[in-house]
């Protein structure tokens, strides 16, 4: 019993270390090759440079590739967004038969095989006449969103006091001015945390779009393009870090916004109630 | 214990708001059944029952927040029906304060002015003379979140009261406060409530607040109305029963009627004999029984050779010490229960020994008869 109290905390630790290397040694593997001098990617470093990012810009594919993401990112997580806040307000201010249900059902395209879902989308769009393109890709881009959208929201919905409403609506307050002045100040960051986190999932998103755009890549797409030439590897490699950077920089972002609109709802001001 | 507040006359024999009628059903339940009542202008008024009583839906429907399936509401000779929150001459402070977190403390305050386009200095002013109403001077600039409980309370009040409503509506304001702010504020919110000489209306499950600061209570039942009346003849006179169990402690006598004319009783119990007693207004005589009800405090413990006019003789069987009062059990021949007596320590109540015997005195003026 005391040896394992004596050495308990510094196995822990150590786990806790190997733990951590595992999840993210190939995240600082990306960074570092992609300023290696040599195309290939190998222990020790040849010498370090930055010629890799500068050419970036110099790709017109990939200035497309960048454009279409944009545009398919924007039109995601605005779409998703909008759809998920109808949801989340539903679901978090009223109470009906079937509202878990829903609720589980929303939240399903989170753990099914998105392949499938690929796969599901394209028989789909085929069905219906769509001709694959970035609106195709929109579409499918929505539907793994909505649950990531629906999370954040919920969040930052739940507990909203519905006497917020009620006291600016008794202070003279119109419905409309009630919106303006109480309900879209609180809710606003969790707006934008959604907005955020969908826009970065479409942004990473290779498999759906993949299966659904046309001629136009994405930029994984064009990522994946890429890797057929070994030359092109570091390319890809300082494109890839640019996008980790971009996605964490955003996750971030989204994520406190998140908990400070959690905080906001909590009309009952946690520590000091 | 409470700081007896003197009840300065703010209210005036108008009538300011008419509840009529009202009945609000949700499918075959009904919240409230056929409620009327008259609270009168600058009337410190208490809506008092058990949850589930009505008491917060009259208070919503007055506020706007729901509507009578049926009856009629009037605020200040205006009738109600159709017209929307954001347009009554109320304001309210609701149970969890409803304080804008995003706001600060000024922010809130002045939240309603906004649409009245006072000029700049002007809503200051008036947000300056309600904070310091609530003993708030100095904290506008704090936010929401950096308020305690009862701070929080103070803005929901100021927030309120700087609209200059007809009617103040109140739901369980103190309800979330500890036990020593909550005496506080009845004190204050009293105080308060004779300063700006407005009509509260109170909502409260909670009989000693409706107590020490209502010039009238209502007290509710199954959405019924039960009595409407000073806080002095709910306590003294309670209509029944149920009243009189939800306004403290009684003990219930059962009693034969012998004798009923238009203004008094006579009744016939096992415990205190013969006693003549007032009829209550609306005394529904069902069959011969009755009920005879005495206030715990108002049996008084007979010391040694004592004597009483009336007096009823037991023995203790439990003794109850709460400080400044003991609690006592006392068994009386005849009785089926037992009665419980509070006695304050002054003279040793709380050396009194169980087992022995003792006389209990009191005034038959104490004695209230209630229908079965």
Redesign the interface.
Known sequence: MTAIRRYLPGWLSSYAVLYLLFLYLPVVFLPIFSVNTAATPKFPLSGVTLHWYEDLPRTPALIDATWNSLIVGISASILSTVLGILAARSITRYRYPGRRAINGLIMAPLVLPEVIVAISMLLVMLQLGLSLSLFTVVLGHVLVCIPYSMTVLTSGFEGF?R??E?????????AF?TFR??TL??VAPAIISSLLVCFTISLDEFIIAFFLTGTEATLPIYIWGQLRFAAKLPGVLALGTLLLFASFLLMTIAEILRRRAA????????L?? | MLERVQSERTQTDRTMIEIRDVTRSYGSFKALDNASLAIREGEFFSLLGPSGCGKTTLLRMI???DTPTSGSIAVDGHPMDGI????RP???V?????????LNVEQNVA??LK??KLDAGAERRRVEEALAQVSLTGLGKRR??????GQ?QRVALA??LV?RPKVLLLDEPLSALDKKLREQMQVELRRLQQAVGITFVLVTHDQYEALAMSDRIAVMFGGKIAQVASPKEIYQRPVNRQVADFLGGMNFVKAEIVEENGASLVLDTLGFGRVRTDKPRAFVRNGGAATLGIRPERLRVLWDNASAKFEVAGKVVERHYFGEITHLIVEIPGLEKPLSVTETNDFGADDIPVGAPIRLAYDPEALVAMAD
Do not use: C, K, W
């Open positions: 006091d006497s917020l009620e006291a600016s609506a008794d202070l003279g307050e119109s001015g002045r109480v100040p609180m905080r906001r709802t909590q009309n009952e001001g946690g000091y109630a | 506020a706007g927040f929307p929150a954001n347009r109320t304001n309210m609701f149970q969890s304060y409803a304080i804008f977190p995003h939240y309603g649409r009245l929401a979140t950096e308020l305690s409980g929080r927030r309120a609209m």
